[in-house]
C-alpha cells in the first residue's frame, strides 16, 4: 500500500510538473509576442522568395528614429520568421547567403530594406511598416500628469500671455497688448496698448513677450517693439532682431535668440549667440540645461527633431514621430527635473493635445498621457515658474490661452 500511494503520488507531481511547464511555456510564447511580429513575417516572406531555403547571416541594422532599444526585438522577431522559411542561420564562412536589414523610414513609418547577397549578386526587397501599426513600439509611461488652468479668453487672436509678476498679466495680439490685473476669481483687464506699425500682419502671424525689469518687449513678424512700464505705449519699429528663444528670467540655461522669417511662420536657422554652426530653419527650439552647457532640441520643417550643443546635432527618435511642430521645455521636481512639452500631429481643429516627454541622448520617451483640448493649438510658450503657455483655438472660433503645469506621481 505504501508503494501504491508513493508511486501515485509520484504519478500526480509528474503530471502537476508537466501541467506547469505547459502553463508556463504557453505563457512565455504569450509574452513573447511581439509588435514586429507581423511585419518581420512580411519581410521574412519577401527575403524568402528571393534567396530560397538555405543558409545564411543576418544583419540588422537602425537608420531611423526609432529608439536603439527596438532593435533586438525587431531582430528577435526577424531571425524567428526566418527560421520557420526555413533560413538557417550559420556563421559567415559557412553560409550562402548575407541578410542585411536595414530600418529606414519614410512618410508614412518605418520603411524596412533588406539587402539579400548571394556571392556577387544583391537584391533588395522593401517593406513598408506603417506607424500606427507599431505605436508600441514607444512606451509610454505616466511619470507626471500635465494639467490645465484657463487664463484669459479673447475674440481676437492670441499670441502670447505672459505674467509679470504674481498679479499682472500681459496678453499680446497682432495688433495690441493689454495689462490685466488679478481679481479674486478672474483676470480684469485695465487697459490696452496699440500696436503702431505699417508692417502688414501675415496670415499666420506668431508673436512672443519677453519680459524686462520694468516693462517688456515685443517681437512680431517683421516688428520690435519696447515699452519702459507697464502702462506706457510700446515703441515700435519695423526690425528684423531675433527672438529670444529661452523663457522668460531662465539662469541657468544659456541664451539664444532666433531670426525669425518675417514673410513665413519659421525661424530661419540662424540664432545668436550661435552654436558654432548653420542650423536647418526650424518651427521651435526648446533648451535642455546640463551640467557644463545646455543641449537645444529643434523641430524642422520636414517633421524631424534634432538637438544641438556645441559637439554638434544629433537626431532625435523615439516618440518624437508623434510630435507637431511646437515644443518648450519646462523645469520640474519630476523625473529628470526636464521635459519637453509637444504638440501632436494632429490636423483635426476640433481636438489638439500636449504630451510630456523626456530626451535622453537620441530617444525622446513620452512621460505623460495627451492633455487634450477641444480646438487647435496655435501658440505654445515658455512661461516662468516651470509653467508654460497654450493658445488654442476654439471651436467657437474664439481662443483660449492656458497655464500648463506639470504633477508628479
Not at 527575403?47 to 541594422?61: E, K, M, N, R, W
Not at 530661419?268 to 518651427?283: H, K
Amino acid at each position: 500500500m505504501p508503494d501504491y500511494n508513493s508511486r501515485r503520488m509520484k504519478s500526480r507531481v509528474i503530471k502537476g510538473f508537466c501541467t506547469l511547464a505547459v502553463a508556463l511555456s504557453f505563457c512565455v510564447s504569450a509574452a513573447a509576442v511581439s509588435h514586429w511580429d507581423s511585419p518581420a513575417e512580411g519581410m521574412a516572406h519577401k527575403i524568402a522568395a528571393v534567396c530560397g531555403p538555405g543558409t545564411a547571416t543576418l544583419d540588422v541594422q537602425n537608420a531611423s528614429s526609432l529608439p536603439s532599444s527596438e532593435l533586438p526585438s525587431i531582430r528577435r522577431a526577424l531571425d524567428a520568421q526566418l527560421r520557420a522559411a526555413g533560413i538557417q542561420f550559420r556563421a559567415q564562412h559557412d553560409a550562402a547567403n548575407a541578410i542585411r536589414v536595414t530600418v529606414r523610414e519614410n512618410v508614412r513609418g518605418w520603411l524596412w530594406v533588406a539587402e539579400v547577397t548571394q556571392g556577387t549578386d544583391t537584391r533588395i526587397v522593401m517593406l513598408e511598416v506603417p506607424a500606427e501599426r507599431t505605436s508600441a513600439a514607444i512606451p509610454q509611461s505616466s511619470l507626471v500628469t500635465l494639467n490645465s488652468t484657463l487664463v484669459v479668453s479673447s475674440a481676437e487672436p492670441l499670441l502670447d500671455v505672459q505674467l509679470l509678476d504674481a498679479n499682472t498679466l500681459l496678453t499680446l495680439t497682432p495688433r495690441s497688448v493689454t495689462v490685466y490685473q488679478r481679481q479674486p476669481d478672474h483676470w480684469q483687464a485695465l487697459g490696452t496698448q496699440p500696436i503702431v506699425t505699417t508692417v502688414p500682419v501675415p496670415r499666420d502671424p506668431r508673436g512672443r513677450l519677453a519680459l524686462a525689469s520694468a516693462g517688456y518687449e515685443i517681437f512680431l513678424p517683421g516688428v520690435h517693439c519696447t515699452s519702459a512700464a507697464i502702462s506706457a505705449a510700446p515703441d515700435c519699429r519695423e526690425s528684423d532682431d531675433p527672438w529670444p528663444l529661452a523663457p522668460n528670467g531662465s539662469t541657468n540655461i544659456q541664451p539664444q535668440s532666433g531670426f525669425y522669417n518675417s514673410g513665413r511662420n519659421f525661424f530661419t536657422g540662424i540664432i545668436s549667440p550661435g552654436l558654432g554652426r548653420q542650423l536647418p530653419a526650424f518651427f521651435s527650439a526648446a533648451p535642455i540645461a546640463r551640467a557644463k552647457d545646455t543641449q537645444w532640441v529643434f523641430t524642422l520643417l520636414d517633421g524631424r527633431a534634432v538637438a544641438e550643443d556645441a559637439t554638434g546635432e544629433q537626431r532625435i527618435g523615439g516618440a518624437t514621430r508623434t510630435w507637431g511642430s511646437d515644443i518648450v521645455s519646462v523645469q520640474s521636481e519630476c523625473g529628470a527635473k526636464q521635459q519637453i512639452l509637444a504638440t501632436s500631429t494632429a490636423n483635426d481643429n476640433a481636438e489638439d493635445s500636449l504630451q510630456a516627454f523626456e530626451v535622453n541622448g537620441r530617444d525622446a520617451n513620452a512621460v505623460s498621457t495627451p492633455l487634450k483640448f477641444t480646438g487647435s493649438i496655435t501658440a505654445l510658450w515658455p512661461a516662468t515658474s516651470g509653467s508654460a503657455i497654450a493658445i488654442i483655438r476654439n471651436v467657437q472660433g474664439g481662443y483660449d490661452a492656458y497655464s500648463i503645469t506639470l504633477a508628479c506621481h
